[in-house]
């Protein structure tokens, strides 16, 4: 089991930063990977940013260039930095832990933090 908590979000005006922060349970190094999702209203969870064991990092086209993820693992914690944010960054972000059991994968998540871009 893993627990992971969320802090960071708040309301932003758009072109301003923000950084996400998430705290796991457990040692993160041992993890296969943590990221980044987001769900607006009305829309579908979506990845924002993802990084694996090894340091390999994944962010969809939405967001490449504005946002980064990096990881501390001696305060087992993963951030997310956003930069350059626009209304449509507007979203509750989740923090999401892989792990991998054998051949069974599971997945652990955060409470969620909201983001609020608006003039």
């Known amino acids: 089991q893993v627990q992971l908590v969320e802090s960071g979000g708040g309301s932003v005006q758009p072109g301003g930063s923000l950084r996400l922060s998430c705290a796991a349970s457990a040692s993160i190094s041992s993890l296969y990977a943590m990221g980044w999702h987001r769900q607006a209203p009305g829309k579908q969870r979506e990845l924002v940013a993802q990084i694996r064991s090894g340091g390999l990092t994944n962010y969809p086209d939405s967001v490449k260039g504005r946002f980064t993820i990096s990881r501390d693992n001696s305060k087992n914690t993963v951030y997310l930095q956003m930069n350059s944010l626009r209304p449509e960054d507007t979203a509750v972000y989740f923090c999401?832990?892989?792990?991998?059991?054998?051949?069974?994968?599971?997945?652990?998540w955060g409470q969620g933090t909201q983001v609020t871009v608006s003039s």
């Open positions: 999401n832990a892989i792990v991998w059991v054998g051949t069974s994968r599971r997945d652990y």
